[in-house]
C-alpha cells in the first residue's frame, strides 16, 4: 500500500538513540486502530453536501464488529450529507493525558455508509445504545436513522513520526488492546507522580541516555511508550514488560518492574 504521508522535507530530524535498547512488539496499524476507536464514542464525520463540498460535524458512534454505528437525523445537514451520498470518513481522538494534542494517538476511518436491514436493525441499534446510554432519547424518532460506517481503508497517526495505514479488510479482522482503551488513568498517574521512574526507562532502557524528560503516552499489553525531551531534540522510544499482559489490572505490576530494571 502507497503511504499517505509526504515527503518529510525539511522539517526537522529525529534524534535516533545514543543507547543499546530491545525491540519491543508492537501492535499493528489495524489493531490501533480498532484501540482508538474503542477508546471513546465520539469523533467528527466527513460528508459531502449536494454541492460536493466537504461538511465535518461532531457525532457519537457505538461499534459493531468494528463498524462505526451512527445515529443521526436527516434535520441535520450530515444527515441528510448521507442519504445522497454515502461516501463518509470519521476521525477519532483518543483520549489522552499528555498535554501536547498533537502527541496523541487519532484515526481516520474511511468508507461508504449503508442503512443495516433484518436482524441487523437490532444489532446496530443496540450497538450504538451501548456506546451511547443517552441515545435511547431519541433513536426511534422519526427523524432519526441509524447507519454503519463500512470501513475501506485506515490511517492511524500514533503521535510524532508515528504513522500507518491499513486495509478495511484487516480494520476488521483485528481486535482492540485490553489495556490500552482502560489505561488512561493510569498514564495520568504514572506522569504525575513518576516521572522519575519514566526519565529512568528512557535513559537505561529506551535509548536515550541524554533524555530530560520523559511521559507516557501509551500502554499497552506489550509495553509503553514515551515522549523523551533530550538536548538533540524531541524523540520517541518503547520500552517493553518482562511479558505482555492481558489486562490493565496487571498494568502496575508490569511498570513497577520497568522502573526496577531501568534502576538497576
Known amino acids: 500500500m502507497a503511504l499517505d504521508h509526504g515527503d518529510p522535507g525539511d522539517a526537522p530530524s529525529v534524534p535516533p538513540p545514543l543507547g543499546e535498547f530491545e525491540p519491543v512488539r508492537r501492535m499493528s ?9 474503542a477508546s471513546t464514542n465520539s469523533g467528527t464525520l466527513a460528508s459531502l453536501t449536494v454541492g460536493g463540498d466537504p461538511w465535518a460535524s461532531y457525532i457519537t458512534y457505538g461499534l459493531l464488529g468494528g463498524s462505526p454505528v451512527l445515529c443521526v437525523s436527516n434535520m441535520a445537514e450530515h444527515g441528510r450529507n448521507l442519504d445522497h451520498d454515502p461516501r463518509a470518513s470519521l476521525s477519532v481522538v483518543s483520549p489522552a493525558s499528555v498535554t501536547d494534542p498533537l502527541a496523541t494517538s487519532r484515526i481516520t476511518l474511511a468508507g461508504v455508509v449503508e442503512r443495516p436491514s433484518g436482524d441487523g436493525i437490532t444489532a446496530a441499534r443496540q450497538a450504538h445504545l ?32 508515528r504513522m500507518d495505514s491499513a486495509l478495511g479488510v484487516d480494520y476488521a479482522s483485528a481486535s482492540a488492546d485490553p489495556v490500552a482503551t482502560q489505561a488512561a488513568g493510569a498514564l495520568t498517574h504514572l506522569n504525575e507522580d513518576h516521572s522519575e521512574s519514566l526519565l529512568a526507562m528512557a535513559r537505561a532502557i529506551g535509548g536515550y541516555p541524554d533524555a530530560t524528560e520523559s511521559t507516557v503516552t501509551s ?38 518492574e520497568l522502573a526496577q530494571r531501568a534502576r538497576a
Request: net charge neutral.
Open 29 to 37: 496499524a489495524a489493531e490501533e486502530a480498532r484501540t482508538v476507536a
Open 130 to 161: 451501548s456506546a451511547v446510554p443517552a441515545a435511547k432519547y431519541y433513536i426511534d424518532y422519526s427523524d432519526f436513522s441509524v447507519w454503519i460506517l463500512r470501513v475501506e481503508r485506515v490511517r492511524w497517526v500514533g503521535g510524532y513520526g
Open 219 to 256: 500502554a499497552d499489553r506489550y509495553g509503553l511508550d514515551l515522549a523523551v525531551l533530550t538536548p538533540r531534540g524531541k524523540a520517541t522510544t518503547r520500552v517493553g514488560y518482562a511479558e505482555p499482559i492481558a489486562d490493565v489490572s496487571d498494568l502496575r505490576a508490569a511498570t513497577v
